[in-house]
């Protein structure tokens, strides 16, 4: 399998320390009251964001360890790629100061090429950007796209506005330009500078947070896809990560529906909007949904053409919900397997096939 | 002879009986079918809308906003667009082809005027 969605974390944003002018270093040791934190939720999982036994043995947070993450992960389901993603670092575009979040961006996407990416042929790497200094993301694109372990630009559905929005096409338009995918994954809703994660405000708990995880991957989607963005930038790939995705029949078929109605609102979107999506999007699985009868989620999924090349499987590895392949692959049509455990990521990353027979151990 | 099956033009209405900005629906051709005059020229069209049945006799003629290569309004096709007044669907009057999609379409009509009649026959 190939999963497309892996926290890798530090322990303590110090570590970052060795890749940051001395400036900014001041402010991960000394700012604030004792040190910086990077915005975080201000949800709280009763019993913790993590699954229960992925601390490292020799201490640390999950997903801080790579020995720990190849004993849990990578060979325990023979994987044939992994896709880092971080964690927390995917606030840093709601930092208000953004000569800080891209420092941090700059430093922890040296910090995974560094660290992380040698210690296996498996792991490959997102690259992370402050969307808010889109000259400044445009330029580490172009720097950053050159190292081979990147397969994608990583953004937060979280943002000062959707991304079909002017102000960030630059963004994607270096992505595309440089021939990576861009990633829009759940999280910075809500934190720092960030409007609120939805229409009704700041849910008060963290289950409605979550249960409304896809929201802000929702209104991006669509602001995109009247944005005309992708049938300007045809090569523009866009992956919407940790969102679910049975919400993305309703919103299609809803979008479809309008633009027919509507298309003179938006006169530069000139393709029914689900065949963009069906060309140049595509969605992990995770948090897949869990209907009581799983027939029902195979009929609503299979309700939208060409939905078996459109998903790519996610485990959301070291998450307290984590989807593990077996569940996956039963919750799907079984015919899908191949495409949605792997093909469809190869292609979408243009990884080269790996016999997972012979991975290394 | 069924001018329904031949192609062959059949008289619907009185020349003065469709006037600039008139509209009629007339029983012809085995169908219902809207007329309209947009500025002294004829345009001939299914009655309903091929999305929910809308009654395309009360829909608007305008122009439209045409299709863009980038974010920006260019009006264009003045006279020549129709919107159906249920849920707003266009097409082109002469083409009868949705603007959204060229492979939808309402039905069209060719209109002549002839010795004082307005015929209709099938494309």
Redesign the interface.
Known sequence: MIDCDVHHNFTSIKELSPWLEPTWRQYLDRGGYSGYSLPNYPWVHPSGFLMGDAAPPNGGIAGSDYDTMRSQLLDRWNAEYVVLNGEDILNVSCIPNHHFGRALARAYNRWTLETWLPQDDRLRASMVVDVEDPDGAVADIREFAQHPGVVQVLLPTGARRAYGD?FYHPVFEAAAEAGLPVAMHAGADGLGTNPPPTGAGYPRFYIEYHTLICSGAMAHLVSLLC??LFE?VPDLRLAVVETGVAWLPGVLWRLDAN???????V??V?T?PSETVQRQVRFTTQPLEQPANGTNLRKLLSAVDGMENMLMFATDYPHWDVDVATLVERRLPPEWSSKVMGENARSFYGLPVRDTEKAPA | VNPAATGESVRVLREHELPPGGRRVVHALESTVALVNVGGRIFAFAERCPHAGGPLVHGRVSGAPLPTEREEYVWGREGRVLTCPWHGWQFDLESGRALFDSRVAVATYQVHVRDGWIEVSRR
Request: without cysteine.
């Open positions: 002017p944005s005309g300007r633009w027919k109605a509507l298309r003179a609102e006169p530069w000139k029914l």
